[in-house]
């Protein structure tokens, strides 16, 4: 399977606990997003990644996340000090722009990490 | 600012009937605006995409949505629901300069034998 992946699929923790998350994209592709969604709501976006730089973060991203794409590959979501409002799917997508203007290319998402915080 | 509104949060359906999930934007420039569906325990699925070509735009598993600037809407319909509609989805609003997106709240369909 070729798609985009993501480990671990559940994570429970205690809070104050730190978690780590990760996604691999589809190989070819050079953009990364984290997106967060809770229950009965459409997923909002955190960060995104051109490559390995990290060009935006979202208000909701706290100085407890943080993430990194090393190599332009795979990207890891670190949560520190876990609260219970961390709960949430964590979704990551990978999408392929081609030049300086996209044409809004399409982001394929992963199954995403179901986080509970207890 | 980009935004989407999803007016309805239920749907629902006899299979065999038409669809219609309506979905109003806000864009300060010509948007590319999408559809995607969630079933439960999967991943996010593209089920089209308008990007200011054709405003009548036609995806999979018989989904088609209308773009209509007048209205400021991106209505999704289909002409026959059937068991395996049965999901959630989200009309989306792509940001200009980022490609990041911009999701509804969701509208959960519904569908009766």
């Known amino acids: 399977d070729t798609g985009v992946s993501q480990d671990p699929r559940h994570k429970i923790t205690k809070r104050g606990q730190n978690v780590t998350f990760r996604c691999d994209p589809i190989s070819e592709h050079n953009r990364l997003y984290w997106y967060r969604q809770t229950l009965g709501q459409g997923p909002e976006f955190l960060t995104y990644f051109q490559n390995e730089a990290q060009l935006e973060k979202s208000r909701l991203l706290s100085d407890r996340f943080s993430a990194e794409r090393p190599k332009g590959s795979f990207s890891t979501l670190e949560i520190q000090r876990t609260e219970q409002g961390d709960s949430a799917m964590y979704l990551c997508a990978s999408s392929l722009v081609l030049g300086l203007v996209s044409d809004a290319d399409e982001q394929f998402f992963g199954p995403g990490t179901r986080l509970t915080v207890l | 600012a980009q935004s989407v509104t999803q007016l309805d949060s239920h749907v629902s359906v006899s299979e065999g009937t038409p669809v219609l999930l309506r979905c109003n934007y806000s864009s300060s420039y010509s948007p590319s605006l999408f559809w995607y569906v969630q079933h439960p325990n999967k991943g996010l699925q593209l089920l089209l995409k308008?990007?200011?070509?054709?405003?009548l735009v036609k995806g999979i598993n018989g989904f088609e949505a209308e773009f209509k600037k007048s209205e400021t809407s991106f209505h999704l319909t289909k002409p026959s629901a059937h068991m395996s509609d049965a999901a959630e989805y989200f009309c989306v609003v792509s940001d200009q300069r980022t490609d990041k997106l911009i999701f509804g709240t969701g509208t959960r369909l519904q569908v009766f034998p």
């Open positions: 308008y990007t200011s070509a054709a405003t």
